[in-house]
Structure formats: structure tokens, C-alpha cells
């Protein structure tokens, strides 16, 4: 018989970090992780990519921005209620603009790594 696997708060690892932002998350299947994330009123997280997976997520409060590009000059703005989706290897970094704390759940298929620091918005 099927069962639903609960994961439950205390058992969600630290997920890999960029600076600015903080991320709680579980590997749910091979190649899939739920997470949540955080960012400060006012934050902006440092310059990265997603390696070979592709991040869906959904944001649930206060305002999210992304920057990608060449020169980090294009940009998305996001609320409460939108959704979005991050292609494989795509260099960006995402901020909290809004005065209260950015909270959003995300779904990231595929390998390790999931997350891949890099110097600045041309890098890779």
C-alpha cells in the first residue's frame, strides 16, 4: 500500500547557501528537493547558478527580484501568489525589495550541485 512521506521542520537539512539568503530543504527523491527560502527586507543574495536543475518555485510573502543577464542589467519582479521558474545554469542573484521578510517554496529537479556560487552575473 502507497504511504504519504511526511518530512517534518526539525528534519529539513541547511540547504547549500549564497550569502543573503537562508535555505531549509530536503531531497524528496533522486534529483528532487523542496525547499524554503528566506531573505531579508532589503537583501540581496549573492551572484549564482543551479548547475544542471531547473528551481520552480512560489513565492508566499513580501516581494522577490531577480537579476540576470549579461552585466546582471535584465530583471523580474515577483509578489505574493506569482510563480516562477529558473532555467538550468542561468547566473542570477535574487532580492527582497519589500520592508518585510521574503519567504518562498521551491522545487529544484536535478544533480548535484544545486547551487554553484560564482563571482558576478558573467561568470559560470
Not at 519582479?77 to 519567504?103: I, K, M, W, Y
Request: one cysteine or more; proline letters at 8%; glycine letters at 16%.
Amino acid at each position: 500500500m502507497e504511504t504519504i512521506r511526511a518530512i517534518h521542520e526539525h528534519e529539513l537539512d541547511l540547504a547549500p547557501l549564497t550569502p543573503g539568503m537562508r535555505r531549509k530543504g530536503a531531497r524528496i527523491a533522486d534529483g528532487a528537493s523542496v525547499l524554503h527560502v528566506q531573505t531579508d527586507a532589503g537583501a540581496m543574495s549573492g551572484w549564482h547558478h543551479h548547475g544542471e536543475c531547473t528551481t520552480y518555485g512560489f513565492v508566499l510573502s513580501g516581494a522577490l527580484r531577480f537579476e540576470y543577464g549579461p552585466g546582471g542589467r535584465e530583471g523580474v519582479d515577483l509578489g505574493p501568489g506569482d510563480a516562477f521558474v529558473v532555467p538550468p545554469g542561468l547566473v542570477h542573484r535574487e532580492g527582497n525589495p519589500a520592508g518585510v521578510l521574503q519567504s518562498l517554496v521551491a522545487f529544484r529537479l536535478g544533480p548535484e550541485p544545486t547551487v554553484v556560487n560564482v563571482d558576478g552575473p558573467d561568470a559560470g
